[in-house]
């Protein structure tokens, strides 16, 4: 137990004939005075202060994360698809949109008929007598030569198969369209009365029909192979908005 410090003052006053006695010498250090000390390793306590608001921030960004997510996927089960119609109104599906007709159903299930842009005729007007719903030929130059394009919807397969296998002659096969997307039946090139030479094709599943006319068989097979397009059929009513 140590003395309070002014009884120390009293008793510890040294005499002058009494010897000091000499301090104890000191180690030398390990390190000299100006080497730098080596890093410590950090403790447990310090650890836990970086590692723990770490990982707890990485749960927070994982929980985040998933939430948004979870939020995305419901989102989208959540938002129902909607359609564009041929004539322009959406719907909820595809049924609900009414058939194609008129020049503009012609033109959205034969999307190269464009009477905007083509030199086209309708056929109804100049020929009375026609009995198809809709009838156009449009006139248009291809590899310099020029070329028409008949666009028709027709009343009914039986009668339109019938009618094109008196143009062209037995020459009908069942076959696919040029993208490969819509089945078709297809006459070979046959000669017109004028000398120029006509190809056509009718859809399988749908009562529409297209007869190209070229100065050649060549000319006429190219333009209806390259020129004309044909919607698919799941787009031939309406088509998914995005």
Known sequence: MSTPADETDDVMDPSPHQTQPEPAPQSEPLLPDAAPAARSRPGARRTALVVVPLFAGLVAAGAVGGQMLWAEIEGSEAAAPRFFCW????????????????????????????????????????????????????????????????????????????????????????????DGRSEVFRWAPSQTPAGDWQVSLLLRDAPYAVTVVAPTAKDAERTLEHRVRIRPPGARRAVELT
């Open 87 to 178: 004539n322009a109104e959406e719907a909820a599906d595809p049924s609900d949109c009414p058939k194609p007709r008129g020049a503009d159903g012609l033109a959205w299930v034969l999307p190269s008929f464009r009477p905007d842009r083509l030199d086209c005729v309708d056929e109804l007007e100049l020929n009375p007598d026609y009995n198809r719903p809709v009838m156009w030929t449009c006139d248009q130059v291809v590899g310099g030569q020029p070329v028409s394009v008949t666009y028709s919807q027709v009343t009914g397969q039986r009668a339109a198969l019938r009618y094109f296998d008196k143009m062209h002659g037995d020459s009908r096969v069942a076959t696919r369209s040029a």
